[in-house]
């Protein structure tokens, strides 16, 4: 009788690889939508995760670009008005609290006033009108967004309230941001040098 011939490297291999694993038909159904369910609450919840943090980073850049803007314009209309001409009628209208009207050193018209519906501040070269004190401003260039209020206060030497032109030793600015949940007030006080 002729003996047959058997491979064991193959035959134990294949044992072993079933004994491993502990089945030898693979994985079940059940256990394949399992993997499929446990990745995919997986992914659910980092993307959820990864939406909150890019919203986040999108909000503090939306914040902290109006308050740039916002420090850029007080700052500028303050170095701007230190240099009022004379506290006179001709050259100072303290007529409104909403916006301010000046002529500088150089001879030039300036006016800072908020525009209501675009919410920003906004700088023109309009000089006082004498005849009309209080008389709004218009046109310019817009200097920041998201204002949602501006306002001028006049001041005496004394620390007293004045609407009187030639007692004004200072003027404070006050100016209100607000970018979704975003609210933050500035002031300054600015003392002309003319003055």
């Known amino acids: ?12 291999h294949r044992g072993s690889l ?7 038909n693979g ?8 993997v499929i369910i446990i990745v995919g609450i997986i992914f659910s919840l980092g ?33 701007e008005l230190r240099a009022v001409r004379t ?20 001879g030039n018209g300036v006016c800072f006033y ?3 519906p675009t919410n920003r501040i906004m700088r023109s070269a309009q ?5 009309v004190p209080g008389d709004p401003c218009g046109g ?14 006049y001041w005496a030497s004394n620390g007293a309230a004045t609407a009187v032109t030639a007692s004004v030793y200072y003027i404070t600015v006050d100016m209100t941001v607000a970018d979704g949940v975003y609210n933050s007030g500035f002031r300054t006080n600015v003392r002309p040098r003319n003055f």
């Open 1 to 12: 009788m002729a003996r047959q011939r058997i491979d064991w490297r193959t035959t134990s």
């Open 18 to 24: 079933r004994r491993a694993c502990g089945h030898g």
């Open 27 to 34: 994985f079940t159904l059940i256990e394949m939508v399992l």
């Open 47 to 79: 993307s959820v995760m990864l939406g909150k943090v890019f919203s986040s980073y999108s909000a503090k850049q939306e914040i902290a670009e109006a308050d740039w803007q916002a420090k850029v314009a007080l700052e500028r209309a303050a170095r």
């Open 87 to 106: 506290a006179t009628d001709a050259d100072l209208d303290v007529a409104s609290t909403a916006q301010v009207r000046f002529i500088d050193t150089d």
């Open 114 to 116: 908020r525009d209501p």
């Open 127 to 131: 000089a006082p009108n004498i005849g």
């Open 140 to 153: 310019g260039d817009s200097l920041a967004d998201h204002i949602t209020a501006l306002s001028f206060s």
